[in-house]
């Protein structure tokens, strides 16, 4: 599998165009931004984190619950083929624990176990800043159909029940994370972009210790050893 064409540079990764139609191979960089990429930064080796560990959990949540997902094969440290999809412009969002945005939203303070999880979404549109959007908003505006929303929040709600169990077996409580699917070009729906400490709130069962991107965004320190100690509790 060759890379050809450069498509696409976000914030944490390169997507480039392969001797197959159907197939992308996805570039993970060390870049870290927040805050709609007004808080630049690097950190080190999260690439190879990110793909690695975004590929094993897409590989277990396939086996184990029969989710449909982009991956097809890691190639590198930091290079992984992936399906061709268009994606579905929604950040769909899962918490089973009050933090962030959450929690100033609603002012309820964080770590505060919520009584189901929530779901919710996010128009990806970065000139906007992803604002918050629901359900009727995303028909209204063809964003997704009704038929894809409902698979979109039955996949979900199993992806959670799978990572759950997965970080919960490596000392690790899922507090909340973001995931994005994409549309094969038969239309069905399926995982895609990546499951990180970049997209998930990861913090130590024990110790409540944040093993996740919030160290970058709020200046923690340690933000290379929480990503490091995330790998090698995956055993990677
Ligand atoms: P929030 O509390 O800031 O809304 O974040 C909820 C979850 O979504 C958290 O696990 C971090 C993740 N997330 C992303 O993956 N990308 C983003 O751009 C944002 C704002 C959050
Ligand atoms: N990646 C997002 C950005 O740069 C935000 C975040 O993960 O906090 O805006």
């Given at each position: 599998m060759q890379k050809t064409q450069q498509l696409y540079e976000g914030k944490a990764k390169k997507v480039f165009r392969t001797d197959d139609p159907d197939l992308y191979i996805v570039d993970y960089k060390d870049d870290a931004t927040a805050f709609d990429g007004k808080k630049k930064g690097?950190?080190?080796?999260k690439g190879v984190v990110n793909n690695r560990m975004s590929n094993l959990l897409m590989q277990y949540l396939s086996r184990q619950y029969g989710i449909p997902t982009h991956f097809v094969e890691e190639l590198s440290d930091r290079e992984t083929v992936v399906k061709r999809v268009e994606i579905v412009p929604l950040e769909v969002i899962v918490r089973n624990v009050a933090a962030g945005s959450f929690s100033k939203r609603f002012g309820v303070e964080e770590g505060t176990k919520l009584l189901?999880?929530?779901?919710?979404f996010c128009l990806k549109d970065d000139a906007l800043g992803d604002p918050m959007i629901n359900e009727s908003h995303i028909l209204a505006l063809g964003k997704a159909t009704k038929q894809e929303l409902d698979t979109i929040a039955d996949i979900t709600m199993k992806v959670n029940?799978?990572?759950?169990?997965?970080?919960?077996?490596?000392?690790?409580?899922?507090?909340?994370?973001?995931?994005?699917?994409?549309?094969?070009p038969d239309g069905s729906i399926i995982l895609a972009d990546e499951i990180s400490p970049d997209t998930c709130r990861l913090w130590d069962s024990e110790t409540h210790e944040k093993l996740d991107k919030d160290r970058f965004r709020r200046d923690m320190g340690n933000v290379e050893e929480a990503y490091a100690e995330v790998f090698k509790r995956l055993g990677l």
């Open positions: 690097q950190i080190a080796g189901q999880p929530t779901l919710e029940e799978g990572l759950i169990a997965f970080f919960k077996e490596i000392g690790i409580d899922l507090i909340d994370f973001k995931i994005e699917f994409g549309r094969l």
